[in-house]
């Protein structure tokens, strides 16, 4: 009898079906943009945002079946308050028509409205809409009143789309404005199932995209998602682009240099586990754009851009990122720097510290990869965008297929 007592409750668990273990859901950063206070032509007539929807066109890199945006007033001097947003599919990479049986109500504290305090950001409550990898979504904002100070990415290389009035649910908005900036929207973040994880570039125009086709996704960052979403060892990697054209290490150039938004752009990401580092070259071409300089500030600023490479790398690493340094690419003949042999051994001796052991985690040798054989110290010419300085798109492509994706397993 004791035996067929203990054999019945085997034999019940043997028929019973299987329980599936319970999902361990995280939020991963799936795109971001890194959001300034815009300037001269960057910037908007001052009443243009106030009663206008702005819809703009963004796309993860990593899939999920929940999202939330993130809002921004990080260059505002008082409260924003907006009116409403929505999330939908965008019907094309181009344009602001959209899906509207996928339109969604973007809620905040349960509230169709939001009041953003200044310099910060806000997270939209989470909604349910599964999303693939380059997933084409619009995010459209309805300004109420016009900015105390306009937050913006002006290097978006993505059209977006403004019109005056309240236009939140239209299929499409006829008549609207086209606008090549984000405003007012610094990511969106996907929920997933599956462990995973984001990679932050961050850097200046080179890894912004100066140079690649305005809604064609042709940026070096974007040719490393889609080989990262390709290969099924890497498909829980997202990567988030946190270029600044002009951006610089240790000065603020257009937008806040890289020390300063260390924290908001790459620190504070959902899940970010590695950091790619192209920063330098403003840095190098700055010094002496206007007048030659001694070689005791030459060697100054060698110094300076090494000590924040090791600020950074250590403020990363404390956080758990393993930090991947990429060498600053040639630019003689740049006719916006007009670069000179003094600029070339600056570029020389922060790459050989870059490229040293031990220093950063992991080396990008962008440099060897764009330069020209014939003459090391310009850009490949047919990677050159033309002005000596940016890549051109096959030039982008060819940094995104070049990156070992080994380094991020």
């Known amino acids: 009898m004791r035996i067929a007592l203990l054999l019945l409750p085997l034999a019940a668990s043997a028929a019973a079906p299987a329980v599936a273990a319970p999902c361990a859901r995280q939020w991963v950063a799936g795109w971001a943009s890194a959001q300034m206070a815009p300037t001269g032509e960057n910037r908007l007539p001052p009443d243009m945002l106030e009663d206008s929807t702005l819809r ?4 993860s890199s990593i899939a999920g079946g929940r999202v939330r945006v993130r809002l921004s007033n990080v260059a ?13 599919r965008a019907l094309a990479a181009k344009g602001s028509a959209i899906d509207a049986k996928s339109l969604l109500p973007l809620r905040f504290d349960g509230q169709a409205d939001v009041t953003i305090p200044p310099g910060a950001d806000y997270l939209s409550d989470p909604v349910s809409l599964p999303v693939q990898p380059f997933d084409n979504l619009t995010v459209s904002i309805h300004f109420d009143e016009g900015a105390s100070g306009q937050t913006s990415h ?20 006829a008549g609207a404005t086209a606008v090549e900036h984000w405003f007012s929207l610094s990511a969106l973040e996907v929920e997933t199932c599956k462990p995973s994880a984001a990679i932050v570039a961050l850097g200046d125009s080179i890894t912004d995209g100066r140079g690649a086709t305005t809604d064609g996704n042709d940026r070096w960052t974007d040719n490393l998602a889609r080989r990262l979403q390709a290969d099924s060892r890497t498909r829980h990697l997202s990567i988030i682009n946190q270029g600044i054209g002009g951006n610089r290490l240790l ?7 890289a020390l300063a938004r260390l924290d908001r752009d790459v620190l504070a990401q959902p899940g970010v586990r590695y950091l790619i580092l192209l920063e330098g070259i403003n840095d190098i071409g700055t010094l002496t754009r206007e007048a030659p300089v001694s ?9 300076r851009m090494i000590g924040a490479y090791r600020q950074i790398i250590a403020r990363a690493r404390g956080k758990g990122i393993k930090v991947i340094g990429a060498t600053i690419m040639p630019f003689m003949g740049s006719a916006y720097y007009h670069p000179d042999a003094r600029n070339e051994a600056d570029r020389q001796a922060v790459n050989q ?10 080396v990008i040798d962008f440099d060897r990869l764009m330069r020209d054989p ?16 940016h890549p051109s ?3 982008y492509r060819a940094m995104g297929e070049a990156i070992p994706l080994d380094l991020f397993r």
């Open 353 to 362: 510290w870059i490229r040293q052991p031990g220093n950063f985690d992991a």
């Open 393 to 395: 798109p096959e030039g």
């Open 295 to 303: 070689d005791a500030q030459h060697a100054r600023l060698v110094s």
């Open 154 to 173: 002006p290097g978006s290389r993505a059209t977006s789309w403004l019109l005056k009035g309240d236009h939140l649910g239209d299929a499409a908005m």
């Open 76 to 88: 505002g001097s008082r409260s924003l308050h907006l009116h409403g947003a929505t999330l939908s």
């Open 56 to 59: 703009q066109i963004i796309r």
């Open 251 to 257: 000065d603020d150039g257009l937008g806040p240099n």
């Open 374 to 389: 014939a003459r090391p110290d310009h850009l490949r010419p047919r990677f050159d965008v033309g002005d000596s300085l």
